[in-house]
């Protein structure tokens, strides 16, 4: 049973357009489901002959269920088929077994596909090194004949795969599937062609970078007015950035995303690496759900994790699973620099020194604090009109830095 | 560089050691009076008495534990076996004694002995005497398995054995005793433990060691002249193995064949294999495969003993194969 909609958790199969025993081809119309939302097609992934139908008409399945099995004329499902009670529309009549095979019993531990047993299945057989080239140049293995051994695809077929090929029939999107916490985006064709067109041209990851010039004047104000009050309300510069990038990626969730090879993940939750230079070179402590943190947490946070960086104390889950990046390098004076993306982020923001500096407003030349950040952008998830905007309201954010408990 | 047989590349080395440092001596059967039966010891005799160049009773395990015992005592015997086919009596001192007394003793006696002799088949000497025990000894903590394939290895990984202070095997080969090749004037030592890349091509990777290194560089010269350039990297040392050699050489073809004379079960091929997939799985194109002798004793008929053997022939087709050409 197939995920015909995204949220959809069962289906019933309302009719088989196929009966057992016809041969079907990869894209013809198996059977009629209805799911939570419409009567959708349930369509065949490969070639073959439909050996069995698993559930009856009017049966309800859960998703990952068994409807059926294609096989070659004289192959052997037995090992595919045997653990699988039929589903019946009401309980089997003169079922042996104790438990009657009803649509709710059928629960595989392990969600089973629509089980193909031809090379032609979603399974593409393919070198380690060809999958890892194809991720890194976005070409889609669905789309690339193989001429090693079975079909499998290697090295030298990617070389002679300039673009993915057009397919004749709709080639099997990848589905938008969606955790708690992220968001998968499937690759569109002028995506895909963004993709690999950059990579082409630029490296493993194609990166641009946007500098934008930020005024902290109120952000040094409110530090100041902060460490007024005591001890305990000092917190840092990179302490409100970092504060207000979260909340900026929190409202920009396609930038705060992984690129994935074959598709984009947004995620829901914001954690942020935080670079944090140690004598052995440098680390990213993250900060997660950075977003819903309030500034003193993230002070205290980010301090503690650097103390036990520099230590080299942090825990392998400490520095892993970070959804964006930040880097700042104004602590050494340095005024603008370019970070490097840490993949698969798709983003990495660096940040500058504060500096006083003659700046004009209104009709006046004045004297404001002002700060630079520059973000270094994976063109193949970020363009500049998305890393732009995200920007702005990182703008808007620090140049206002109330906004962070608004 | 002089061009020189690997024989007489021995026995400079040999010379220069026993010349270097008088803890050295040499002990075995026919090694003194007669030469050598290879004559690796000719002249040894003549230059440095009997006290250091000892002709023993045909007695493996006995003379190995003399061996073992003066090293113990502070001097630096060189063990050589007749051929290391007769050397299986001699394991329990090999295994046992020279392998584990460091570490038994708490570090109280180094055992500085180097055991060395031909390895391997020669031709139509039969299933008892055509045995290649890399495997067997590399298995063993303790012991360092040098496995030189050409006269300058030899001479080199020779010297390098006889000044470690620990236990090392040294592998020759009785087809290898005249074969010649060119071997650096004056002082020339190869490190325990590093590979050496003897020929450079990017469409694969030979892996190899000792007396194969000849049959991989056959096969990549019939391989060049249907364009496809391989690495040969020979591993000289097989323990310990130089992984970096393999792994970068790996990384860059994308392909890789394991040439080794012995047996395929639980061979060093299959080692190879294992440090490649640990190392360079997201970099392979094909599985790796491996040349291997037949899995029977080694037939006396001269054809069987032809078809048993690892050759070019199993070599270039093995190469095709991870290249995808061919069938």
Known sequence: MEALSPTMEEGRLVRWLKPEGASVANGDTLAEVETDKAIMELVARGDGVLRRQLVAEGATAPIGTLLGVIAAPNEDIA????????????AAPNAPSPAPATATAVAPEAPAPMVVTTSEGDRVRSSPLARRLAAERGLDLHAIAGSGPNG??????????????????????????????????????????????????????????????????????????????????????????????????????????????????????????????????????????????????????????????????????????????????????????????????????????????????????????????????????????????????????????????? | MALITYRDALNQALREEMQRDDRVFLMGEEVAVYQGAYKVSKGLLQEFGEMRVVDTPITELGFAGVGVGSAMVGLRPIVEFMTWNFALLALDQVVNAAAKMLYMSGGQYNIPIVFRGPNGAALQLAAQHSQAWESWLAHIPGLKVVVPGTPADAKGLLKSAIRDDNPVIVLEGEMLYNTRGEVPDGEHVVPIGVADLKREGDHATIVTSGKMVLVAMQAADALAKEDIRVDVVDLRTVRPMDVAAIAASVKKTNRAVVLEEGWELAGIGAQVVDYIQRECFDDLDAPVLRVHQADTPMPYAKNLERAAKPDAAKTIAAVKRVMYRGN
């Open chain 1, 152 to 406: 499998r695809i290697v090295k030298r077929d990617l070389d002679t795969t300039v673009a993915p090929a057009t397919p004749a029939a709709p080639v099997v999107a990848v589905p938008v599937t969606a955790g708690a916490d992220y968001t998968d985006i499937a690759l569109t064709q002028i995506r895909r062609t963004i993709a690999r067109r950059l990579a082409e041209s630029i490296g493993p990851v194609p990166t641009f970078y946007l500098t934008a010039e930020l005024d902290v004047e109120r952000l040094s104000e409110m530090r100041k007015a902060m460490a007024e009050l005591g001890d305990d309300y000092k917190v840092s510069v990179n302490d409100i950035v970092l504060k207000a990038t979260a909340t900026a990626l929190a409202q920009h969730p396609e930038v705060n995303a992984h690129w994935l090879g074959d598709r984009i993940r947004q995620f829901a939750r914001v954690h942020l690496g935080v670079a944090v230079a140690i004598d052995e070179g440098l680390i990213t402590p993250v900060v997660f759900d950075a977003d819903k943190k309030r500034l003193r947490d993230i002070a205290r946070e980010v301090r503690e994790l650097a103390t036990r960086a520099k230590a080299r104390k942090l825990k392998p889950e400490e520095y892993t699973g970070s959804t964006f990046s930040v880097s700042n390098l104004g602590m050494f004076g340095i005024d603008q620099f370019t970070a490097i993306i840490n993949p698969p982020e798709a983003g990495i923001l660096a940040i500058g020194a504060v500096e006083a500096k003659p700046v004009v407003v209104g009709e006046a030349v004045v004297v404001r604090r002002r700060m630079r950040v520059t973000m270094s952008c994976d063109h193949r998830v970020i363009d500049g009109a998305t890393g732009a905007k995200f920007l702005a309201t990182l703008r808007r954010l620090i140049e206002n830095p109330l906004l962070l408990v608004y």
């Open chain 1, 79 to 90: 090992a595919l088929v045997g653990g699988v009670a039929p589903v019946s529309a009401s």
